[in-house]
Structure formats: structure tokens, C-alpha cells
């Protein structure tokens, strides 16, 4: 075994990973392309490189995000604190002047006598298996991870498991939805009755309840969505996103502009359903899938979106029974390489078919700042304990880096990206209706949770 743990990828999840390696007396070896080759995103040389928004959210407990952030001040994590050194004003959320951030985190891991940075590809001429066959590794390489290295993970993780963009619906709390409106059940229920017994019909369709709800649409309410939605703006791809995605799906929007019916033929088709409220076939219907195995969150089915996030709060919550939508998760379509972590990780970001490797960021599915930097919290803690032959360090479900790392780590056949959300943290024991006294409450036992 070597007396060092490799980290690749010196974005914000491979820095937080070889921070927390190294404060533990640890050498690490962290391996990052630039200068030497830039993403098609990046153009920054330091390490830790903001591209897109410089917020990493609310810093509110009763935000999930500010609730992490809250986490990982709690864990000694150094890029929050870097993030908090060098705050520009922005409210209630935290916000960071991008290059002294980089500049910062580049000068502590740079200065950091365990760490020694390595400026070259994994995938030319050093390659993922050689680098684990002897040592512990962290891959870290963020949504652009490099096409040699990909196809590198690729062979390690079997290539079905491996994903180069993310196409994902919105996804919403379940009790933000009106249940005045919305109804439980499957298409076709009374077709299939016929084919089976009375008592198998009810077993599959009380376990079968759960995964649906629906939401039925009368031809006005339809027409109005359907115009509303085409007109609705949308984020402009880079030129190297544009031919994937569009190969790989298609926009609901741009679906609903090639026909006011081409939505009732397709994702919002009404066959096999009765509206229980007038006891007949809805003019359209939009299905809500449950996505995790609480049933407190459910995706808008056949929604991938390339609409802005304010434009999906606006537009989806036309439908009739999300007039009060939560959303946990927007619906995105973006390059992203990430695997199916659900069927591959465990809880601490290890690997299941080669132990001597972790992940971590958003090549895991973890989507976000503030979740990246978690994830390479949790890997390199865990990192950690396997070099020095320790048990693994779980965190509790309770808190939201114990929350996303099962989410992730859980099978799950229609596994997408997720950020942090109070929807994946177990529910209370107690029922309270007002939302932010609800959050509240579970972010006292989150941080209760790390203190004992």
C-alpha cells in the first residue's frame, strides 16, 4: 500500500477531500489538468474554480443548503470557511467573490506540506487502475470530466453506468401537493383487473398506488399551460452541450412546440385514467413518479426542461394541484458525466467492486457547491479510515450529508442528480403543518446529530 492517497480532480470536492486527508497527518498526491488542458468550462488556472453562479445559496437553517453549509462549519470543512473569508454581499445567501475564492483555496492546498499538486491528466499517460492498484484514490473530476479519463471510469464502472449528460425533470415535495385535485393510481387499472384475480389486482395496486400521483387537466387548462410553456424562457446551452442533449431527449417545451396536442399524445396522454371528480377521462393528465423510497418527493415525469428555474416555478405551477409546488430540484439539461452511484457507491462514496476507490463532487450525483464539498468531505474522511484500517464513518440520515450520501448510495433504476433538500431527511415524529417551523425542527436534530 502506498504511504499517500491519490485525489483527482482539484475542483471543490478533490480540494475538501485532500484537506481533510492531509489535517490528518496524510500525504496526498492531488492530481489537476489545468494549466496544462482546460475543460471546454474552465479558464481559471487556480484550483477550486467557480464557473457558473457565485452563490452557494441560502445560509439559513431553514434552507437545506444553508443547513449543510451549517454542517460541514460544524466538520472543520475548509472551503466553507474560505467561502465565509471571502463573502461579497448578498443577502441572506452566501455569495463569494469567485477569483480571491480560488485564488485562497489554490494558496492553502499549494502551501500545505502533506499535499503536493500534480499538474497532468489521469487517462494520457497515467492511468486510474495503476494509480488504484497500489493505493487508495478519490476520482473528483467534476461534470467535464476529460474524454480519456471518462472512458477510464467508464471501464471501472461498467460503461451502461455512466452518464454524459443530465437530463432531469423537476421534483417537488409531496405534501405541497393538492390533494383536492391530484389522485393516486396507474394507467389501465380496470383493463388489468380483468386479467388477474381480485386478490393480486389489490396487492400490485396497493404497492403500485404509491409510485403515481396524477394531475387532470380540462382542454382550457391544458391549452393555457401548453401556450405559456412555449413562450417560456430558456438557458442558452454551450455549443458543446447542444448535440448530446438534444440526441439524448427531448425539452418538454420543445416537444409542446411542435403541436398543441402533441402533449396529450405523449407525457400527458389521459388513457386509462377517470378524474375522480367528475368520474371521466381528463382532456390531459400529468403524472407525478415517486423518487425516493419514503415516497416524500416526486418528479414531474417527461418534464426534462431546458426552461429557466424561475420560469419552471412559474409555468409548472399552472398545473392544477401545484399551485403551491415546493421544488426541490429543478429540471435541468446540461452536459454532466456522473455515474449511477445508487448501484455502484455505498454510503461513504466508496466503490463497491474496488473498495480501494472512492468518488466524490458531482460525478456522483451529488449536484451543487455546497453538496461537491460535502461529498469530498465524506470520501476523504472515509479515505482516511481505510488507510489507517478504521471503520467506516457513516453519517446519521438525520443530517443532510448523511441525507444525500444515501440518496445516492441507494439503488434506484431511475437514479438522477439531487442537491440537498429537507424532502430526502426522514420526516419528524411529530406532524407539523407550518413548513418553516417543520425545517426548523429538523435542522435542530441535524446539528444536535454532530454534536453528540
Not at 454524459?164 to 390533494?179: E, M, W
Not at 447542444?242 to 400527458?268: H, Q, S, W, Y
Not at 488507510?387 to 448510495?409: C, D, H, P, Q
Request: hydrophobic fraction near 35%.
Amino acid at each position: 500500500m502506498n504511504d499517500y492517497i491519490t485525489v483527482i480532480g482539484g475542483g471543490l470536492a478533490g480540494c475538501e477531500a485532500a484537506y481533510q486527508i492531509s489535517k490528518r497527518g496524510i500525504k496526498v498526491k492531488l492530481y489537476e489538468m489545468k494549466p496544462k488542458k482546460f475543460s471546454p468550462a474552465h479558464t481559471n488556472s487556480d484550483l477550486a474554480e467557480i464557473v457558473c453562479s457565485n452563490s452557494f445559496k441560502s445560509n439559513l437553517i431553514t434552507n437545506a443548503c444553508g443547513l449543510l453549509k451549517e454542517e460541514l462549519r460544524m466538520c472543520d470543512s475548509l472551503l466553507i470557511k474560505i467561502a465565509d473569508e471571502t463573502a461579497v454581499p448578498a443577502g441572506q445567501a452566501l455569495a463569494v467573490d469567485r477569483e480571491i475564492f480560488a485564488k485562497k483555496v489554490t494558496e492553502k492546498i499549494k502551501n500545505n506540506k502533506f499535499i503536493e499538486v500534480i499538474n497532468e491528466e489521469v487517462g494520457n499517460e497515467i492511468h486510474l487502475n495503476d494509480l488504484a492498484k497500489n493505493g487508495i484514490v478519490i476520482i473528483a473530476t467534476g461534470p467535464l470530466t476529460s474524454e480519456t479519463l471518462a472512458n477510464e471510469i467508464g471501464n471501472i464502472t461498467d460503461n451502461d453506468r455512466l452518464y454524459f449528460y443530465d437530463a432531469a425533470a423537476p421534483i417537488i415535495t409531496k405534501d405541497s401537493i393538492n390533494f383536492n385535485i391530484a389522485f393516486f393510481g396507474n394507467r389501465y387499472e380496470e383493463e388489468k383487473k380483468k386479467d388477474e384475480t381480485i386478490e393480486n389486482w389489490k396487492r400490485r395496486l396497493e404497492i403500485q398506488e404509491k409510485n403515481y400521483i396524477n394531475l387532470p387537466l380540462n382542454k382550457e387548462e391544458y391549452e393555457k399551460f401548453v401556450k405559456e410553456l412555449i413562450n417560456a424562457e430558456v438557458v442558452t446551452l454551450h455549443d458543446f452541450e447542444k448535440r448530446e442533449i438534444f440526441e439524448g431527449c427531448m425539452p418538454v417545451e420543445v416537444m409542446a412546440g411542435r403541436g398543441i396536442d402533441t402533449l396529450r399524445f405523449g407525457p400527458l396522454k389521459p388513457v386509462g385514467f377517470d378524474d375522480p371528480r367528475t368520474g371521466k377521462r381528463p382532456y390531459a393528465v400529468v403524472q407525478l413518479r415517486q423518487d425516493n423510497t419514503e415516497g416524500t418527493i416526486y418528479n414531474i415525469v417527461g418534464f426534462q426542461t431546458n426552461l429557466k428555474f424561475g420560469e419552471q416555478k412559474r409555468v409548472f405551477t399552472m398545473i392544477p394541484g401545484l399551485e403551491n409546488a415546493d421544488f426541490v430540484k429543478y429540471g435541468v439539461m446540461h452536459r454532466n458525466t456522473y455515474i449511477n452511484s445508487s448501484f455502484l457507491l455505498d454510503k461513504t462514496y466508496n466503490l463497491k467492486k474496488n473498495t480501494n476507490i472512492y468518488f466524490a463532487g458531482q460525478i456522483t450525483g451529488v449536484e451543487g457547491y455546497v453538496e461537491s464539498i460535502s461529498s469530498g468531505m465524506v470520501a476523504g474522511l472515509n479515505a482516511v479510515a481505510k488507510f489507517k484500517g478504521e471503520e467506516k464513518i457513516v453519517f446519521s440520515n438525520n443530517t443532510v450529508m448523511g441525507a444525500l450520501a444515501r440518496y445516492i448510495s441507494t439503488e434506484n433504476s431511475k437514479f438522477q442528480p439531487m442537491n440537498a433538500n429537507f424532502g430526502i431527511l426522514p420526516e419528524l415524529d411529530v406532524k407539523i403543518k407550518d413548513k418553516k417551523l417543520r425545517y426548523e425542527k429538523m435542522a435542530e436534530r441535524s446539528l444536535d446529530n454532530l454534536k453528540n
